[in-house]
């Protein structure tokens, strides 16, 4: 569930980067139609096969997905416009000549954009290389910096020292930005640790969202919100080995993490009382399951209406819930982040000054993990 966009017309406001496994792309398949055109997902797609495929053209109407194969060889099946479905091309600054030239074919199938992917700690290029890459990019795709959404990607932040490295870092790179007209600008991080397995079970777990913060701390340069949705920003992380049923939810500023290992009775019945403990929860949202069907599913198993599902199930929910949080954060009354950044023809303002540098808006609360009272 999603407020009212205030009569505007529909523009992206979040762009989260999600890997494309089933857990991601399910809860993508399940959002509110109203929420679509004001969510435009980062796809990282690890390997092209037909269940990838099938899910994207069931997503909702509306939902135009990024779509980044940077990870993937330069072969005829990772041109995206031969896929046949609507996207948009994400683009990083080393990429071949060939791959540009496909890329700008793809963008022109479809919706003439795509996205330039910086990441803030990886791409180390001061402004006048920045500017060869990404004139690079556009003479070879074929399009105007109008045309693209620019990405600075700052990765990882797991904790207040990184948040403080990291704006810095970002700002310089946003001070660039500002000399180019591009269609949107995005701040993106991702605050989730790239393990659980440390944490306690059997109780919830706050975590800072500290990617939520460092956003916060980026308020008065105007940009748009991404982040790595309940996963983390560190590629090849994650719990392989943990099979523990575990929900990450997430609310104002924190998530609360659920890993459940309680011995005795079936494992139904466990999730069962891990899902009871939640709904009972003051994070529980007041709008209970119409908050969005991750939240759904989950009161159904609170009931123990269903299974309890697989690791991707838990996926699936949490990510659901996380999308409409974030949205219904993002639209919140009073707070100017659906259009930030953008003038009135909707577009990225260039300007030849540095932008202001104004107070944070928050500050980082010690300590990165505490168990909940």
């Known amino acids: 569930m999603v407020p009212a966009h205030g009569g505007r017309a529909a523009e992206p406001v979040y762009r989260p980067i999600l890997a494309s496994r089933r857990g991601e792309l399910e809860a993508l398949s399940h959002l509110d139609p109203a929420a679509a055109p004001l969510l435009a997902p980062i796809l990282e797609v690890g390997a092209v096969d037909r269940s990838t495929m099938d899910i994207l053209r069931r997503l909702p109407a509306g939902l135009l997905p990024y779509v980044d194969v940077t990870g993937l060889p330069d072969t005829p099946d990772t041109e995206l416009a031969a896929w046949g479905v609507p996207l948009v091309p994400v683009v990083g600054l080393a990429e071949s000549d060939r791959r540009l030239v496909a890329h700008g074919a793809a963008a022109r199938a ?9 990441r803030a700690g990886q791409d180390r290029t001061g402004p006048a290389a920045g500017t060869t890459a990404v004139e690079r990019i556009w003479r ?183 999308l409409a949080h974030v949205l219904t954060a993002l639209l919140r009354p009073g707070n100017d982040s659906a259009h930030r950044g953008n003038d009135s023809a909707g577009g990225w303002r260039p300007t030849p000054d540095r932008p202001q540098r104004g107070r944070s808006l928050r500050q980082p609360r010690g300590g990165e993990t505490r168990r909940a009272g």
Do not use: K
């Open 110 to 118: 479809y919706a003439r954009r795509a996205l330039i992917r910086l």
């Open 140 to 322: 070879l795709t074929g399009l105007a910096p109008e045309e693209c959404d620019l990405l600075v990607d700052a990765g990882d932040v797991c904790c207040p020292a990184d948040v403080r490295q990291a704006e810095p870092r970002v700002r310089r790179l946003l001070d660039w930005a500002r000399r180019h007209a591009w269609r949107s600008v995005t701040v993106a991080a991702g605050g989730m640790p790239p393990t659980l397995s440390r944490l306690p079970t059997d109780e919830p777990v706050r975590l800072d969202r500290w990617d939520w913060q460092l956003w916060q701390r980026l308020g008065d340069v105007g940009v748009d919100y991404g982040d790595y949705g309940v996963g983390p920003a560190v590629p090849g992380s994650g719990d392989p080995g943990d099979r523990l049923p575990t929900v990450r939810y997430t609310a104002d500023g924190d998530w609360w993490v659920y890993r459940w290992s309680r011995r005795g009775g079936r494992g139904d019945d466990r999730f069962a009382d891990l899902c009871r403990t939640l709904v009972s929860a003051p994070h529980w949202p007041s709008a209970g399951a119409a908050f969005s069907w991750g939240d759904h599913e989950l009161l159904r198993r609170a009931r123990r209406g269903a299974g309890a599902g697989s690791a991707a199930n838990w996926a699936a929910w949490s990510t659901s819930h996380h």
